[in-house]
């Protein structure tokens, strides 16, 4: 089975369910121009949705928009640290809303490089800190509320969330924490409202690698992880009645945990 957007053709997953159709829809991804968020966007596209990316730069989603070239791609600016994110988030849901599903596809590497954890100065974790697990807290409470009630929010973290990430456990720290706050908030919701998933993701075949001559076909495509998160917007996954999911072997496709 294949979709076709305008310009590409994506061929889905033999897990997948035929005839996901998103028409009519619209869903936001937040970090949607970077690597895994790319891929997410190219097949909720493919399969009919209006996709609102956003970016911090207005240069990244203009790059981004030429690539795609998909007249259903909006991108808007967005700054997750920003003071005035709730309002930015209802200006968002009045533009383009209300969001069928928000994914949040973000993280950040931080400045330091790998180092030994206990390495890091104050400046550094603090650093980490704020840019992958306060993004994340600030993220959810102020799109949650720009959701239909049948709607959907996920995080995509990685195993980090799990495993011990030698010269990276501050990252790894902050996976495992937004991994447990979107588990929280899932259970506080207990059903009602907005569907809540924590996606936790193998390696990823994203642009950016084999743009770098970095890639492996035992890789997991980014339009993969498209397709999980399109079933969970249309509700016809397996998993939807699951908060946590793993993502992390290419044949046998999203499992509950």
Known sequence: ?????????????????????????????????????????????????????????QSTLDDFA??????????????????????????????HGPFAGVVLSVADWGRQGRKPLLTLTDAEWDELIV?????????????LPTLTPDGMIAQLNGL????????????????????SMTRTIAAELGGRGPRV??????????????????????????THVGTHIAELVAGISPLTGDDLHYFVDLTEGPRPA
């Open 131 to 143: 840019q992958n697990q306060t993004t994340i807290f600030r993220a959810y409470r102020a799109f």
């Open 1 to 57: 089975m294949s979709t076709t957007t305008e310009k590409h053709t994506l061929e889905a997953p033999a897990w997948a369910s035929p005839g996901t159709d998103l028409t009519g829809k619209t869903v936001l991804v937040i970090g949607g121009a970077g690597g895994v968020g790319e891929g997410v966007t190219r097949t909720l596209l493919s399969r009919g949705a209006t996709v609102v990316v956003t970016s911090r730069r």
């Open 160 to 179: 980090s969330a799990d495993l011990p990430f030698p010269g990276a456990g501050g990252v790894a720290l902050t996976a495992a924490a937004t991994k």
């Open 66 to 95: 030429a690539r795609v070239g998909d007249p259903r791609l909006r991108g808007e600016t967005l700054d997750l640290l920003d003071p005035a994110l709730r309002e930015r988030a209802t200006e968002l849901r009045t533009a």
């Open 197 to 222: 998933y924590e996606v936790i993701l193998g390696v990823i075949r994203t642009r950016a690698r084999q743009l770098a001559g970095v890639d492996d076909e035992r890789w997991i495509p980014a």
